[in-house]
């Protein structure tokens, strides 16, 4: 069965460094990653993704991951920290193999805190 | 804007009420999605719709039913609410094929007393 582990409930980062969120995923298939961004009181916003191609992954706001498949991880990263960068993050899987639908299981999210 | 549009924002029911939430999206996407989310558990998915007629039970069904009334519309239905619905509810589109993503509703909170 999918799984996704966020193993941080919490993230805090100073402003101007960088910034990394953890994610670690069991699927079966080759698979198929991502990251949302939920802003109090908001849904959730996408941030990039990882379907085939090169590791590391651009995405909004300057937000980069890295696809790791030795160790099942797609680590969040950010070169320097903004305050306003301050969210709930979750990380996402798709089995590659679920065919005709697209059904996305879900972390429990990580909260990151940048302080001025 | 384009977007996936949900009804109510919020709600309050008793124990044993009924209601449902209304979701409508107009960026002729084929799949939407119920998804609820709890603190410390991240989203769940309650039940999807692959296309139009067809909806299928995610991982957490029991107490919810679905209808997907045509192409633009997914409701979500309490029939008889209890305190454990209490939770955010989002509904959600897929952009795409299969390289797509979800896309968001800002959510319906609801409290169960």
């Known amino acids: 069965a999918q799984s996704v582990a966020q193993p941080e409930d919490q993230v805090n980062v100073a402003e101007g460094n960088p910034l990394t969120v953890k994610c670690t995923y069991s699927?079966?298939?080759?698979?198929?990653l991502f990251w949302y961004v939920q802003y109090p009181n908001r849904g959730l916003q996408f941030l990039l993704k990882?379907?085939?191609?090169?590791?590391l992954v651009k995405g909004s706001y300057g937000f980069e991951a890295e696809f790791n498949k030795s160790q099942t991880s797609f680590h969040l990263k950010k070169p320097s920290a903004l305050v306003s960068d301050s969210a709930l993050y979750f990380c996402?899987?798709?089995?590659?193999?679920?065919?005709?639908?697209?059904?996305?299981?879900f972390g429990a999210g990580t909260r990151l805190a940048v302080h001025p | 804007n384009a977007g996936v549009t949900q009804t109510p924002k919020f709600q309050v029911l008793k124990t044993g009420q009924s209601m449902t939430l209304q979701c409508a999206q107009d960026?002729?996407?084929?799949?939407m999605y119920w998804y609820r989310q709890d603190p410390g558990m991240g989203l769940r998915l309650i039940y999807y719709?692959?296309?139009?007629?067809?909806?299928d039970k995610g991982e957490v069904p029991n107490g919810y039913n679905v209808s997907r009334l045509n192409k633009r519309e997914f409701s979500l239905r309490l029939e008889s609410a209890a305190p454990s619905q209490t939770s955010v509810y989002f509904c959600?589109?897929?952009?795409?094929?299969?390289?797509?993503?979800?896309?968001f509703g800002e959510g319906s909170r609801l409290t169960v007393l």
């Open positions: 996402a899987v798709r089995d590659g193999k679920s065919g005709g639908y697209n059904k996305l299981i």
């Open positions: 699927v079966s298939g080759n698979p198929y």
């Open positions: 990882y379907i085939t191609g090169d590791n």
């Open positions: 960026m002729n996407h084929n799949s």
């Open positions: 719709s692959a296309s139009e007629g067809t909806t």
């Open positions: 959600a589109t897929w952009t795409g094929a299969n390289t797509g993503e979800l896309f």
